[in-house]
């Protein structure tokens, strides 16, 4: 059993701090979750938002990092969402990794109902991936 996950998308921006949020809810304290990214990006707003209606959140002590502050080795799993993260997880953790093209809400046109509807898409992809994944939690 993978006792441990990193999700990695390109900043740890949007999808891999959200996909670690959503898992860490749902694990309690039966895995290690954390997230990163290939480069470190910002905080983005967005997120609280569509992590509080599920019932998730990223806690005060996050911070956006990159993989080069992060020991990916030493994790069990570590999920890609993007095509790049995986290229860059698969170099550090081979053999770890599984990819889940997911895409990113921010590039979605339009005003703010059609921006958090793309994060809340984006969500409940995740939401969905993550129980098919891990269905003993």
């Not at 290939?38 to 993989?67: N, T």
């Amino acid at each position: 059993m993978v006792r441990s996950v990193l999700f990695v998308c390109n900043m740890n921006s949007v999808r891999s701090p959200m996909a670690a949020a959503l898992l860490a809810r749902r694990a309690g304290d039966a895995l290690l979750v954390d997230s990163a990214g290939v480069y470190e990006g910002g905080a983005d707003p967005f997120i609280d938002i569509v992590l509080a209606e599920a019932g998730a959140r990223l806690g005060a002590a996050y911070e956006p990092k990159s993989l080069e502050d992060v020991d990916v080795a030493a994790f069990g799993l570590v999920v890609a969402l993007t095509a790049e993260a995986a290229d860059e997880a698969r170099r550090l953790a081979p053999g770890k990794v599984e990819y889940w093209p997911i895409e990113n809400p921010s590039d979605a046109r339009g005003g703010r109902d059609e921006a958090l509807n793309a994060y809340r898409a984006v969500r409940d992809e995740l939401s969905a991936r993550i129980r098919a994944r891990f269905p003993m939690l």
